[in-house]
């Protein structure tokens, strides 16, 4: 069994989209917590930093397809995301642009629908993913709170041990607060884990897919 993670981080942007400096801190806040053998104690976990499209979309294929059955792979994302006119979520990419009518020219971006389909492929039976970004509870449509605000992600997802983490709803805007170290999002997240927060019933672990744990350290 191995746990491999994939960080990707966008901070520079052109054609309007406003410059995200706390991302490429994300990656490295969440990198450094991942390497630690006391809370995360990742196998490999690779960064990848202003990727361009297809770049991000080859390390993100790679990820994934050499995985085997009892794997863990961890894909993390902190940047823009972008609607396109019917809806679909895609990851800005340093070159993304949109036409002078305002929509995203899709060939700029990463699609959602394309990491839908290379985690589909995958053997990994373990995956995670987390995105700190704008609309990205978009990711997958059928990812809907109950009324009692809670998610079944087994009967949502299709998949046992398949979890998605989100900053923001389908609608919402992720914050990144100026000046600030770290997105708000991946501030509390890494927060949560290094001082135990996260770990509301004190059973000494985060969250686990799977056997996988991300553990909460000790003293």
């Known amino acids: 069994m191995a746990k491999v993670a994939l960080l990707i981080g966008v901070s520079d942007y ?5 410059a995200l400096p706390a991302a490429v801190r994300d ?28 770049a991000m979309q080859y390390a993100i294929e790679a990820l994934l397809s050499a995985r085997q059955r009892d794997d863990l792979a961890l894909l993390f994302f ?9 809806n679909n ?11 002078p009518r305002g929509d995203l020219i899709r060939a700029t971006a990463v699609p959602a629908r394309f990491i839908h389909e290379v985690m589909a492929n995958s053997l990994a039976k373990r995956q995670v993913v ?3 970004c704008c609309f990205s509870g978009a990711f997958d449509p059928a990812l809907k709170a109950k009324d009692d605000g809670r998610v079944d992600l087994l009967q949502q997802m299709g998949a046992e041990g398949r979890v998605v983490l989100t900053s923001s709803s389908s609608t919402q805007y992720a914050f990144e607060p100026q000046g600030a170290e770290l997105s708000l999002y991946t ?23 799977g056997t996988a744990r991300l553990r909460r350290r000790q003293g």
């Open 14 to 18: 052109q054609s309007g989209l406003t």
């Open 27 to 54: 990656v490295a806040a969440l990198e450094q917590i991942l390497n630690d053998p006391d809370l995360g104690d990742f196998d490999e976990v690779s960064v990848l930093t202003n990727p361009q499209p297809q």
């Open 78 to 86: 902190s940047g823009h995301g972008l609607k396109d006119d019917g």
């Open 89 to 99: 979520l895609h990851f800005a990419t340093p070159i993304t642009q949109t036409t």
């Open 130 to 132: 987390i995105l700190d």
């Open 187 to 209: 501030r509390y997240l890494v927060e949560g884990i290094q001082t135990g927060a996260a770990d509301r019933n004190e059973d000494g672990q985060h969250f686990c897919v």
